[in-house]
């Protein structure tokens, strides 16, 4: 049995919550401390990860089968994966469900295409202008190991095709009998171009540096453990990265007119995730925290990944009691949750005052689990806190701008003088000089 721990007052749960905000990214267990000494002679992952990197970079195909052998137990002979297997996988797989993550794939590809038709426009106005180029070649991640996510491969790839990227390359990690049958489902659903079954920090790597097989990539998108997210964070620099996702988090705010059984599933569909996850209730109403919490317990009992879930309720869960509904806010802005659901009468109307979360739910009929799967919008969102900074998985993830100036007689007789006078104010003569022979007819 497991009940979230009740806070009381706002003062309490912004101590609580600022704590928790900015714990570390991936605690690391005693377990993985001695499996990571045995490997790498080192506690320590980040040095892990980059002998790993270091590995792949100098060693190529060869380290990425060598690591995928030591670290997830799994001989490989090919890593690229092949046409055939893929039409073999749809013969393993349930047409169900086929038939879902078609339509997921659907209405994603329907959302992004609508917001790049929205924020992509080019302009030339005055001489000046912006160009709009979609990335040449992108690496997804979508684990796969000892939980698969065809899901992630819909919300990471089909943006980047709709962008126009020319080339998507994707890596997940293989069972010893292969790749999952609906990862690769999801692939070809995604139209991906390519291929790879490799998964860790090893991966990561690979598209980072390139080997013998698997391309160069100029960014790396998706999801990981500790070693993806830590090798996202060493490569940054030889490629762009999405951001360094952590442990999924969900952040309710509920009234007193909200179903606690509702508020309770949302909480354990995301505590279900991970024993880092975040599942967490902002509530004025006394009586509904008290609901909630039988809701928890009788609802948890039921699940496949109850420990699992236990534990994230254990380790991150909480309710917290506030006074108000602004209250209720301030603490939601300050946590910045990836998932943010509004459970309250009127729940629109406090839209405009959420200034950070990955993404808002609004309503009891706007689950995250419609979010996870099939609403639209990218579930690849900001962890940790970073939605006070930065955004959703997007269309702008896969394009680059670049500026363009086209000045003709008239703007370089009225420029010209200015920019000259800041010029030397700075100390650049020849910067002032440069500008001053267009005005002297290049005499």
Known sequence: MSKLKIIKGLKLAKSALSRQATAELYPVSPALRQRLTELFGTE??????????????????????????????V????????????????????????????????????FHTIQKDNLCRQFTELGLGQLIRPL??????????????PSTVLMTAIPAKVAGV?????????????????????????????????????????????TES???????????????VLAKKLVYGVVDIDGLQGASEVLIIADETANPEYCAADLLAQAEHDPLASAIL??????????????????????????IAAESLENRGKIVIVASIDEAIELANLYAPEHLCLMVDKATSYIDRIANAGCI??????????GDYVAGPSHVLPTGGTARYSSPLNITDFIKFTNLVNLDE?????????????????????HARAVEKRLQGGL
């Open 214 to 228: 698997v391309p160069k990539v100029d960014k790396i998108c998706g999801p990981g453990n500790i070693f993806v």
């Open 136 to 149: 040449e070649r992108v690496g997804v991640y979508a684990p796969g190991g000892t939980a698969s996510y």
């Open 410 to 430: 008239v703007s370089l007789r009225q420029l010209a003088p200015v920019a000259s006078i800041i010029a030397r104010a700075e100390g650049f003569e020849a």
């Open 361 to 370: 739910f609004v309503g009891e009929k706007s689950t995250v689990v419609l």
């Open 166 to 210: 020319k080339e998507v390359i994707l890596a997940t990690p293989p069972r010893p009998n292969g790749v999952v049958p609906s990862m690769l489902i999801a692939a070809d659903i995604a139209e991906v171009d390519r291929i790879f079954g490799v998964g860790g920090a090893q991966a990561i790597a690979a598209l980072a540096f390139g």
């Open 75 to 110: 001989r490989l002979t090919l890593l690229e994966i092949s046409r055939e297997q893929i039409t073999k996988a749809y013969r393993g797989v349930d047409e169900g469900l086929v038939s879902a993550l078609k339509l997921a794939a659907e209405r994603i590809r329907s």
């Open 282 to 307: 902002i509530t004025t109403s006394p009586r509904l925290a008290d609901e909630v919490n039988r809701e928890v317990e009788q609802q948890l009992e039921g699940l496949l990944r109850k420990d």
């Open 44 to 73: 320590d992952p980040e040095p892990a990860v980059r002998q790993i990197i270091n590995q792949v970079r100098n060693r190529g195909d060869q380290a990425l089968l060598d690591f995928t052998l030591s670290i997830d137990g």
